[in-house]
């Protein structure tokens, strides 16, 4: 069973960083995409960034452009996300997303705060 496991998450102040890290538990060159998202209180899940395994090419949404990186590690079976120049509007549980063939995985999220 594929599993996904979010970490890093927790409470920062305007303009922190965090580094949202996401251990798969089979090797990710496996996937051909792997994604994050975040789900505002309130709010509908939105797609933050995007990476393929294999070219490792790579796409973050304008709202986060310029702060935000994702990244993986093979070797590893990591994926990251890090976040730099966090604001309130950042605030949200962040999700790992993971797609084989025909199948979507998550992981359980990790809530991100960004308060002062």
């Known amino acids: 069973q594929v599993q996904l496991v979010e970490s890093g998450g927790g409470l920062v102040q305007p303009g922190g960083s965090l580094r949202l890290s996401c251990a798969a538990s089979i090797s990710i060159v496996s996937f051909n995409v792997m994604r994050w998202y975040r789900q505002a209180p309130g709010k509908q899940r939105e797609l933050v960034a995007v990476i393929t395994t294999s070219g490792g090419g790579t796409n973050v949404v304008d709202s986060v452009k310029g702060r935000f990186t994702i990244s993986r590690d093979n070797a590893k079976n990591t994926l990251y996300l890090q976040m730099n120049s966090l604001n309130p509007e950042d605030t949200a549980v962040y999700y790992c997303?993971?797609?084989?063939?025909?199948?979507?995985?998550w992981g359980q999220g990790t809530q991100v705060t960004v308060s002062s």
């Open positions: 997303n993971a797609a084989r063939v025909f199948n979507q995985y």
